[in-house]
């Protein structure tokens, strides 16, 4: 397959890569393919990196069927990363099981147990790295459902060290828009696999999607703010941290004795 990306996909896909240092020479990269837009966008944008940069790295795909339906075809996933060069395994990991017989909810077992499943396979070929699709849609969404679920400010990194499986996971996609790798893959005929989750379109995050989508119609320029909340230097003034009753035992008595 002749690999080629417009000139700004490719330049923002390696700026990711030597900003956070992404890809080292000798690396072995295990990519999560779910087989929708995203993974399989991933996997073409790496073959190319792949083909055109200097420092040498070698890619292998994992495709985990979570058993959400007997009719799980990854055929065409198999057939796109062959002509790839890359080498693709389908793992079964039986998640519809776990969630059914779990009160936790499905969509933080679902990336639990996927998360595992790629850690175990990367160590077991010798992989030191995983990369997954997520871009910065993905990011600002975290970063905004953390704000409205648990008040936290925080998302995803571009790049993470996993101390217990030795693994560094990595996410070379985050600074395009999923819109933008919609319209790529749309172009170019990707054979997308739909998703099998039976809850997919109504999660927590298709909410926050949508939101974001509404308010951009009077914040014309939310996303971008939103964006560029998620890096260190947008602190601003911020409360300290809240005392505990112990640290606020002598002030207390100070106003109203003991």
Not at 121 to 150: C, P, Q, R, W
Request: charged share 25%; glycine share 4%; net charge positive.
């Amino acid at each position: 397959m002749k690999i080629d990306l417009p000139k700004s996909m490719f330049s923002r896909i390696t700026r990711a890569v030597v900003e956070f240092e992404l890809i080292d020479e000798g690396d072995k990269i295990l990519i999560g393919v779910s087989g929708g837009k995203d993974s399989l966008f991933l996997t073409y944008a790496l073959a190319l990196l792949r083909e055109r940069f200097k420092k040498k790295f070698a890619l292998y795909a994992l495709t985990i069927n979570p058993m959400f339906t007997k009719d799980f075809d990854v055929d065409a996933v198999s057939e796109f990363c062959r002509s790839l060069d890359i080498e693709h395994t389908v793992e079964d990991v039986d998640i519809a099981s776990v969630i059914k017989a779990s009160n936790k909810k499905p969509c933080f077992t679902c990336s639990y147990f996927r998360r595992a499943a790629m850690n175990r396979y990367a160590n077991s070929i010798g992989a030191n790295k995983v990369a997954y699709a997520h871009h910065l849609d993905d990011a600002v969404e975290t970063f905004l459902m953390g704000i409205l679920s648990s008040g936290q400010l925080n998302t995803f990194t571009p790049k993470t060290y996993l101390t217990r499986t030795e693994i560094t996971v990595i996410r070379p996609l985050v600074y395009l828009r999923e819109s933008e790798i919609a319209k790529f893959t749309r172009k170019n005929n990707f054979n997308i696999i739909k998703s099998p989750c039976p809850i997919d379109g109504t999660t927590n995050r298709q909410t926050v999607k949508e939101l974001i989508r509404s308010l951009e119609k009077d914040f014309p320029n939310l996303f971008s703010h939103l964006s560029s909340s998620i890096r260190k230097s947008a602190l601003g003034d911020l409360w300290e941290a809240p005392k505990t009753l112990e640290q606020m035992r002598k002030s207390y008595y100070s106003y109203l004795g003991r």
